[in-house]
């Protein structure tokens, strides 16, 4: 929102007016005080203030003259003289608040500038920020998600909702200044406030939790029709290979509808489960087997250099083989029989 109305982006719909005029790009009429303080540390405190105003046109003169003023007002005349990386991190933020008082904008834009400074520091920098906005009465946006802090400054409220950002709701704030957290009205309010943002927050997670389900049923969904076209394309290339150019014969290639009717007659007659077990009999026996050969390789290369010389790189030029190129080997040495499976296994 505060990119909107400082011009740094542009409204996908509608317009932002401000004293009768369109925001279309930043301007001097507006001012942002960002999150971390982004000061310029190779400059010192004072001018760190006055290099916005070099950059408007101020004279010398006036830029000292507005800087003293600021620097004053936020109780820094006497750092004015110190690099950033002396001062704490209260202080560079009353720094970058001189720096945005100084040019002296219609409006001054709040981005959280509290949220990365300890308790103590906030209360006292909430204070100086009242103060110095009493005496200047500038327009201020300021964006929290600190609740106590909105109803510290606020005259009115503006409850966002998140994803899509919409206004809930606009809470005016009649407290009377200065106001004290642990008032009563203030603590109603707070509550007050709590349930509208809460309320939002169980809206948006819910919303969240349908578009994740939405999600889950689009990917599961198309993880289903990718499987049944790969699976329909099989199939129409099979029937292209045998029956209609004749490439290859039936029984070279498995066919979708074959391994189902394989399946459905292996389950009918109750085979299944017994080809099952056969097939993980052979695996098992084909492990043992290697099990037993790398065992009595092993120590004969352990225990002989010459085997160690002469049968090492062997070893390990095969295990860089993939299994599938053992197929051809196995059927050519021992045919389509149990051997073959051993071998492969």
Same mark, same amino acid.
């Given at each position: 929102?505060?990119?909107?109305?400082?011009?740094?982006?542009? &409204? $996908?719909?509608?317009?932002?007016?401000?004293?009768?005029? !369109?925001?279309?790009?930043?301007?001097?009429?507006?001012?942002?005080?960002?999150?971390? &303080?982004?000061?310029? &540390?190779?400059?010192?405190?004072?001018?760190?203030?006055?290099?916005?105003?070099?950059?408007?046109?101020?004279?010398?003169?006036?830029?000292?003259?507005?800087?003293?003023?600021?620097?004053?007002?936020?109780?820094?005349?006497?750092?004015?003289?110190?690099?950033?990386?002396?001062?704490?991190?209260?202080? =560079?933020?009353?720094?970058?608040?001189?720096? +945005? #008082?100084?040019?002296?904008?219609?409006?001054?834009?709040?981005?959280?500038?509290?949220?990365?400074?300890? =308790?103590?520091?906030?209360?006292?920098?909430?204070?100086?920020?009242?103060?110095?906005?009493?005496?200047?009465?500038?327009?201020?946006?300021?964006? *929290?998600?600190?609740? !106590?802090?909105?109803?510290?400054?606020?005259?009115?409220?503006?409850?966002?909702?998140?994803?899509?950002?919409?206004?809930?709701?606009?809470? &005016?704030? $009649?407290?009377?200044?200065?106001?004290?957290?642990?008032?009563?009205?203030?603590?109603?309010?707070? =509550?007050?406030? #709590? +349930?509208?943002?809460?309320?939002?927050? =169980?809206?948006?997670?819910?919303?969240?939790? *349908?578009?994740?389900?939405?999600?889950?049923?689009?990917?599961?969904?198309?993880?289903?029709?990718?499987?049944?076209?790969?699976?329909?394309?099989?199939?129409?290339?099979?029937? +292209?290979?045998?029956?209609?150019?004749?490439?290859?014969?039936?029984?070279?290639?498995?066919?979708?509808?074959?391994?189902?009717?394989?399946?459905?007659?292996?389950?009918?007659?109750?085979?299944?489960?017994? +080809?099952?077990?056969?097939?993980?009999?052979?695996?098992?026996?084909?492990?043992?087997?290697?099990?037993?050969?790398?065992?009595?390789?092993?120590?004969?290369?352990?225990?002989?250099?010459?085997?160690?010389?002469?049968?090492?790189?062997?070893?390990?030029?095969?295990?860089?083989?993939?299994?599938?190129?053992?197929?051809?080997?196995?059927?050519?040495?021992?045919?389509?029989?149990?051997?073959?499976?051993?071998?492969?296994?």
């Amino acid at each position: 929102m505060l990119n909107l109305v400082a011009g740094f982006i542009k &409204p $996908t719909s509608g317009e932002i007016i401000l004293d009768g005029s !369109e925001v279309k790009e930043p301007g001097s009429d507006r001012v942002v005080m960002f999150q971390e &303080p982004a000061l310029y &540390p190779w400059l010192n405190v004072m001018q760190n203030v006055t290099f916005g105003l070099e950059i408007a046109g101020y004279s010398k003169d006036e830029q000292k003259s507005i800087a003293e003023h600021y620097l004053r007002m936020v109780q820094l005349w006497k750092y004015r003289d110190y690099r950033i990386h002396q001062i704490s991190g209260g202080m =560079k933020q009353r720094v970058a608040l001189a720096r +945005a #008082l100084a040019l002296d904008s219609k409006l001054l834009l709040m981005d959280e500038p509290f949220s990365a400074l300890d =308790k103590q520091t906030i209360n006292v920098l909430r204070e100086e920020l009242e103060n110095i906005w009493e005496r200047t009465k500038r327009t201020i946006i300021y964006v *929290t998600h600190s609740v !106590e802090e909105a109803i510290y400054f606020a005259d009115r409220v503006v409850v966002m909702s998140e994803n899509p950002g919409r206004v809930r709701e606009i809470i &005016p704030i $009649t407290l009377k200044r200065p106001r004290v957290v642990e008032d009563d009205e203030f603590v109603a309010l707070r =509550k007050r406030i #709590l +349930a509208s943002v809460k309320e939002g927050v =169980k809206r948006v997670l819910k919303m969240n939790s *349908t578009r994740r389900c939405r999600m889950k049923a689009k990917k599961i969904a198309g993880s289903i029709i990718f499987v049944a076209a790969i699976i329909a394309l099989w199939q129409l290339l099979y029937v +292209a290979g045998t029956e209609w150019f004749s490439l290859f014969k039936p029984y070279a290639v498995p066919y979708p509808l074959g391994v189902l009717k394989s399946f459905i007659n292996l389950i009918s007659s109750g085979t299944l489960f017994a +080809a099952i077990g056969y097939s993980m009999m052979r695996a098992l026996i084909g492990f043992v087997i290697a099990i037993a050969l790398g065992v009595v390789i092993g120590i004969l290369i352990l225990n002989s250099d010459y085997l160690c010389r002469n049968l090492k790189p062997i070893i390990l030029g095969i295990q860089t083989l993939p299994s599938i190129c053992w197929v051809p080997f196995a059927i050519l040495w021992f045919g389509l029989g149990n051997s073959a499976i051993l071998l492969l296994s």
